[in-house]
Nanobody, 121 residues
Framework: QVQLVESGGGLVQAGGSLRLSCAASGRIFSDTAMGWYRQAPGKQRELVAA???????NYADSVKGRFTISRDNAKTTLHLQMNSLKPEDTADYYC???????????????WGQGTQVTVSS
């Protein structure tokens, strides 16, 4: 029911910036939480940033002060502004939307196809 398409990834030099976007379509409830995850080669997927329906944001310690998550008023587009990028930020980045009634990994937990971010030293 929900489809997510990420864009904006690419190759940048350390210290550079990228802005990731996630376009959401389908039926999204007003209480739906949204977030960005990333997975580096050989590593586990980790939460990068999340935003609640009320606009509260949460960030991984490793990206605080550098990344900013935001959404539009209709909750149809999710963004991740990534500044002061470091080589350790290199990973595949995934958009996640979880309906208020859903559990992680179950029905109502949706993921995009991912967009690759590579930061060179």
């Amino acid at each position: 029911q929900v489809q997510l398409v990420e864009s904006g990834g690419g190759l940048v030099q350390a210290g550079g910036s990228l802005r990731l976007s996630c376009a959401a379509s389908g039926r999204i409830f007003s209480d739906t939480a949204m977030g960005w995850y990333r997975q580096a080669p050989g590593k586990q997927r980790e939460l990068v940033a999340a935003i609640t329906s009320g606009g509260r944001t949460n960030y991984a310690d490793s990206v605080k002060g550098r990344f900013t998550i935001s959404r539009d008023n209709a909750k149809t587009t999710l963004h991740l502004q990534m500044n002061s990028l470091k080589p350790e930020d290199t990973a595949d980045y995934y958009c996640n939307v979880r309906q208020p009634w859903a559990t992680m990994g179950g029905a109502g937990d949706y993921w995009g196809q991912g967009t690759q971010v590579t930061v060179s030293s």
